[in-house]
């Protein structure tokens, strides 16, 4: 079973593990995400995506925080709540039609600088704007260019999204058959196992993220089962 995590038990895990009140500014992230991703359901057509994915991503860069030690204010975890808030163009733009400023200026405003600059870091950036002749080759020049900015980014973004890709990697491993195992396990080999070990370091993602990669070439290594008739 994926990990669900609540929003009571969310609220109360920043509580006690980050050491930080849950002040306006955290409720505020966490009204957006619920905004955004209302309704959203992951890979299964079944599990939650706030609860199975972004609560829990956001505990496990706080759990990273505690580990190596270093300081922690609400801007890591807010960062780390509104993650993905720029992916769903379309939802966005439903939601906020209203605002004939446009949702990134809304959400600067609201956030700061820094989130919005870090949500819009991890963004996944439109396909058709990179060169190739044909569509793998714009995923690949896509990709290539996404590995190079998270390679220059600053720690939080670094935590942010090492915790983002061993939650989606442990959650596609118990969906057999999908399109993205093979994709995150090329991306693994290709980039993200060695990103943990380029400073800054971070050995503790990097044995999750391996447990994670190992785990989904286990899952696609194993026969499928037929039952017997």
Do not use: W
Not at 56 to 67: E, L, Q, T
Not at 171 to 196: C, M, N, Q, W
Request: charged share 30%.
């Amino acid at each position: 079973m994926s990990q669900h995590v609540t929003k009571a038990e969310f609220m109360a895990f920043v509580e006690r593990e980050a050491k930080i009140h849950v002040d306006s500014f955290i409720e505020g992230a966490v009204h957006m995400a619920e905004e955004v991703h209302a309704g959203v359901r992951r890979e299964d057509g079944a599990a939650p995506f706030l609860e199975t994915h972004i609560f829990p991503v956001a505990m496990d860069v706080i759990r990273h925080y505690g580990r190596v030690n270093k300081p922690m204010t609400t801007i890591q975890i807010v960062s780390a709540i509104l993650h993905d808030v720029m992916e769903d163009n379309d939802r966005i733009l439903d939601l906020h039609a209203a605002k004939s400023y446009g949702f990134d200026a809304y959400f600067s405003h609201r956030f700061g600088d820094y989130v919005y600059r870090a949500a819009n870091t991890l963004k996944t950036k439109p396909l058709d704007i990179y060169p190739g002749a044909d569509q793998g080759q714009q995923e690949l020049e896509r990709f290539r260019d996404y590995c190079n900015v998270l390679a220059r980014s600053d720690y939080d973004i670094k935590a942010i999204k090492l915790a983002d890709r061993i939650n989606n990697m442990k959650f596609i491993s118990r969906v057999p058959g999908h399109e993205k195992i093979a994709r995150y396990l090329r991306e693994a080999e290709d980039f993200y196992l060695a990103y943990t070990v380029i400073e800054p370091r971070m050995d503790d993602f990097y044995g999750d993220l391996r447990k994670a990669y190992e785990d989904l070439r286990s899952a696609v290594r194993e026969p499928v089962r037929v039952a017997a008739k």
